[in-house]
């Protein structure tokens, strides 16, 4: 079974703080995404990555960078937390594949509460 | 762009009555659709997609899903309801508009399943 972990999974940090959110999987998958989900908006991608290094920016970047030093790594990083960014982050992962089809396997999620 | 709309926040069923949770569609070239269940507490966990062939797709812990392109419908189904398949369901479509495996999130639907 596809296994991905986060470090933490409930934080409180506050305002102004960095902060380090970590995926961890263990399929060796090319993909790596992180999501932010939010009552009554579902899920939105923050940032994904298909290779060591690389990353593209999903549909709300703002406020947030991502490190990939490792394959199975993936790393969110806000740079100086804000209450607006309380929310419970996702971590997902995915063969490369072809097509883009590949299902895409979730981690527990880390509830964050900014003050 | 591509999207999904998932019309109801939430539905109400009795354990052991046929359950339909609904998703609807809109693409521009051919729909790849995915559902997804989130436990309390927990990351997402796949169910069951679309990518061709047969309209009825059977997936994960007794799921289905009926693709219909006239209706522009991907609906959830289980003939019938446990009390344990209470949880918040998330419909997705790929959008095929950027190069990668981005995933378009309706907004959930919470199922709750009564003894």
């Known amino acids: 079974d596809v296994k991905v972990t986060q470090s933490s999974r409930y934080l409180v940090k506050r305002t102004g703080e960095k902060v380090f959110l970590e995926c961890v999987q263990d399929?060796?998958?090319?993909?790596m995404f992180w999501y932010r989900q939010d009552p009554g908006l579902g899920l939105r991608l923050i940032y994904f990555s298909y290779d060591v290094k690389m990353k593209e920016k999903g549909d709300i970047p703002e406020g947030y960078s991502v490190s990939r030093e490792k394959k199975e790594r993936f790393s969110l990083i806000l740079e100086s937390a804000s209450t607006n960014q309380t929310s419970m982050y996702l971590c997902?992962?995915?063969?490369?594949?072809?097509?883009?089809?590949?299902?895409?396997?979730f981690g527990p999620g880390t509830r964050l509460l900014v003050l | 762009a591509q999207s999904v709309a998932q019309p109801e926040d939430q539905v109400n069923v009795a354990e052991g009555n046929p359950l339909t949770v609904k998703c609807t569609y809109s693409v521009s070239g051919n729909p790849y659709l995915f559902w997804y269940v989130q436990y309390p507490n927990r990351g997402l966990q796949f169910l069951l997609k679309y990518i061709t062939g047969d309209n009825l797709v059977k997936g994960s812990y007794g799921f289905e899903a009926e693709f219909n392109k006239s209706q522009t419908s991907f609906h959830l189904k289980k003939p019938s309801a446990l009390v344990s398949d209470s949880a918040l369901y998330f419909c997705a479509v790929r959008d095929l508009d950027t190069g990668f495996q981005k995933l378009v999130f309706g907004t959930g639907t919470r199922l709750l399943v009564s003894p």
């Open positions: 399929m060796d998958h090319e993909n």
């Open positions: 997902a992962s995915s063969l490369l594949g072809s097509g883009g089809l590949e299902t895409q396997y």
